[in-house]
Structures are given as C-alpha cells and as structure tokens.
C-alpha cells in the first residue's frame, strides 16, 4: 500500500491482461486507488495493447475516474475510481481485441451501479487467446447468472482476426448483492450440441468438415448420444472479414455446461480445427468437474462479490484462475480455499474451489 493506494504487481503468476482486468474491476466496485506496475511483464509485448487501454479507458468512464499512464506499451498505471453510473458506454478496440475481454471487466462494474446500462463493444468476437462470442452467450451467460443476475447480449456483427470490426450490445440492470453458487454435482451428459461457422470468403463445406470431424472425434468417447452440431455461413452483412471455427457444448442432467472450442487459421486444415474443440471437450468432460477450464477463472470475481459461502467443481485449477483468486483476496474480504475433490473415481482429476464472498452491496439501491 502506498498512501491508501493499492500496489499491484501485473508481471507475477499469469502475468497478463487479466490481473489488469480483475484488479481494475474491483479498484472501481472498492473505490480503492490502484498502481499496476510491470503490466504483462510476462507477455512477448508487455505493456498495454489496445484492447487492454481501451478495457481501462471504459472502466474510467464507466465511474468516473482517474487514469493516468494509459497509453499503448505502457508498463504501468494509476488508477482513482469515483462513482459508478449506468447509461450508455463505448469501447473501440479498433483491432481484433476480444470484446468478451471487455466484458469481463465492465460487468461486474455495472452490476453494482445507479441504473441499467448498455456497452457497446467493438472489436474481435472469435479472438484467439480470449472466450469466443459463442462460448460468452452459450456457457458462460447461462452459468453466471445463477448469481442472480440477467443480461442480454446481441450480437450485431462479428468481426475476426487481423482487422476485427465486430459489435456486441450488452444490456444489464443493477442488483442490490450477488447469491453465492453452488456448482459440485456434475450430473451425467444429456446434450452435446455446436456450431460450426464460416464467414467471408470461406465455403459452408469447411463448417461442415470442421463439425463432421468433431462428431468422428466425440463418436470414439461416447456413442449413445445425438451429436446436433450447426453448420452456418454467416451473413456477410453480420460479419466483418473471414474467419471460422466451432463450439461444442455438453448440456448435463444437473444443467451443468462444458464445452470445447477452436478457431480456423490459414494453413489449418478443418478435420483438425474440429477435433481440437472435440478434444477440448473430452479432456474437460474427463475431470469430472461441474465446470470447464474456459469458464473457472470468469467465476472467481462473482465468487468473491457474492453474499455467502460459493463452490465450484472444477478440474486442474489454471493459472489463470490462482492469479484470479490471488488478486480477488489482495482487494477483497474474499477468502478462497482450493482442495482435492474427495473421489470415489481415482482417475478423476478434480478440485473443490470455496469462497466466503464479501458481500458487497449496492449502496445506490
């Protein structure tokens, strides 16, 4: 602590964007003062990329603060948060930037403000490196908010990789407190449903090869279940540049989601971007817990907002989610603990993740 300021180191653990995005959300939900300094330390280009200033520059708006240090490869930051308000916000990547990343960061904000807002979001929506659009609206929406909360999020346009160009509207109203979850019963797969996608100028039959291939793979695992994995063109006055890849979620009996993706590239032959995500989703499926890899470390900010004690099955617990934990109890009363699931199945590999969450309460309603 420097004053009241809280120092963050953003080059130790994953030593990405995240620590920026976790420690930020909860500077501006605190009213905590925040120095990040060594800001992706870890990465190839530390520094701020776009994507990361403009997540920091909606988050100033979004209360009203103060941002000094925000621009492109910088290496560190002040922020001092105000009060947070509803209404209308815009974020531009202007590059293929993850717009779910700018998500991550202005949802738990705005769940704790005067009135409803609406974040423009302008970017990548099939980024590598960051959730996919389609994993955001078909795993992560229906989970989260069982902390008793909605929001509505309307893809307009997707845009990929190098130029992005995609828009995504996120509409969500204010709560009074975040209820505490319980994800452990993992139940037994009902549903295994995708899409398979191709935009620009590819042609559906790589959706189709990339969502065959997947089938062939999942086929080996399981072989008593329908298998309904979409193959789409997208219009191409809803998508910006070309671009393609899959989904694929398993639905459980407990209403648990997991799923495995992947993202086309040039030179990667389709087959292998369909077993890739098919891959994912057994490996995820293996583990035994209620949650998949993607969305453990999405869940711990919630955890540590939310008024009781949460749970979460999981497998292997990620980097991402220590460092999530690690920065969550650095700026909250949260406190976490991360035990060995006790199985009868000694091939599974699963953890139980509990939060005492702080509770906090929105002072506005």
Known sequence: MDGDRVDIDGGIMEGGGQILRVSTAL???????????????????????????????????????????????????????????????????????????????????????????????????????????????????????????????????????????????????????????????RGTVTKIYGRAFVAGALPIKLAKEMAAAAVRCIRK?????????????????????????????????????????????????????GIEAAEILLKNLKHGGAVDDSLQDQLIIFMALAKGVSRVKSGPVTLHTQTAIHFAEQLTEAKFTVTKSEEEDPSKDAYIIECQGMGMTNSNL
Do not use: W
């Open 221 to 273: 695992e399981i072989r008593d279940l329908y298998i309904n994995i979409q193959s789409v063109r997208e219009p191409d006055d809803q998508a910006v540049g070309t671009g393609s890849g899959i989904i694929i979620v398993a639905e459980t009996s407990t209403g648990c989601l997991l799923a495995g993706s992947s993202l086309g590239k040039r030179g990667k032959n389709s087959d292998k971007v």
């Open 27 to 185: 500077s501006c939900l605190r009213g905590l003062p925040l120095r990040v300094r060594r800001i992706r330390a870890g990465r190839s280009q530390p520094g701020l990329r776009p994507q990361h200033l403009m997540g920091l520059e909606m988050i100033r708006d979004l209360c009203e603060g103060k941002l000094e240090g925000g621009e492109i490869g910088s290496t560190e930051i002040t922020f001092t948060p105000g009060k947070i308000k509803g209404g209308t916000h815009l974020a531009d990547t202007k590059t293929a930037g993850s717009v779910c990343l700018l998500m991550q960061v202005a949802m738990p904000c705005v769940l704790f403000a005067a009135s409803p807002s609406e974040l423009h979001l302008k970017g990548g929506t099939n980024a590598e490196m960051a959730p996919q659009i389609d994993y955001t609206v078909m795993v992560f929406k229906p989970i989260v908010e069982k902390f008793n909360f909605t929001f509505n999020c309307d893809i307009r346009k997707r845009g990929y990789y190098p130029q992005g160009g995609g828009e995504v509207i996120v509409q969500m109203s204010p709560v009074k407190e975040l209820s505490p979850i319980n994800l452990t019963e």
